[in-house]
């Protein structure tokens, strides 16, 4: 029994060895945005870009989604960084990438109920593929990418250092990153770790 056992084990293991979930090396400072003419959906219908979504002082880009709880948790924080950001000339893009969960909780439809019960003023977009999220390098939900005015990046990683509590946070990433290209200064905390959910991608086979 045990040998049965042990052989049905290794048939699993080696049939999971089969598949990979690669998660592309995340785009370095001071890269150019890429992709940024790719159409995606928005839960508008309409299909936007996000040079089209830049604005004249930069573009953030938010990789999230309908279902993480740190996504739930950052809500406020995100609807804060929006706020920031748009008032000031710098444009959003909410990007969701969890492909693997598109029958689901993440489904276009899903999508656009979860924009309007947040009230979402900015486009929040299907990542078809996670085409996007691989070219950022994203891996987490929230994952943010902040783009000064010539498109180049000048933040990437989290949006502060205290996901579940609020009272705990000691920097504002997101917050201080915005404030110092709204001012046109330099990022002085320029690359932080995301913590979040990982980005769900469809399984490749090779």
Known sequence: MKGKVFIAGAIAALSLAAFTLHTPAELEIGAVMPKGDI???????????MNESKMKKGLLVIFTCNTCPYVAMYQSRIQEGILQATLSDIGVVLVNSNEAYRGNEDSF????????????????????????????????????????????????????????????????????????????????????????????????KH
């Open 39 to 49: 159409k995606m959906k928005d839960v508008s219908g309409k299909e936007v870009t």
């Open 109 to 204: 439809d899903a999508m656009k109920k979860y924009a309007a019960d947040n009230k979402y003023t900015v486009p929040y977009v299907l990542d078809a593929n996670s085409e996007v999220a691989d070219a950022f390098g994203a891996s987490k939900t929230p994952h943010v990418f902040l783009f000064d005015k010539d498109g180049k990046l000048v933040y990437k990683g989290g949006i502060d250092d205290s996901p579940k509590d609020m009272s705990a946070i000691k920097t504002w990433y997101l917050r201080d990153a915005l404030s110092s290209v709204i001012d046109g200064k330099k990022v002085e905390i320029n690359s932080t770790k995301s913590i979040g959910c990982s980005i769900k991608r469809v399984e490749h």
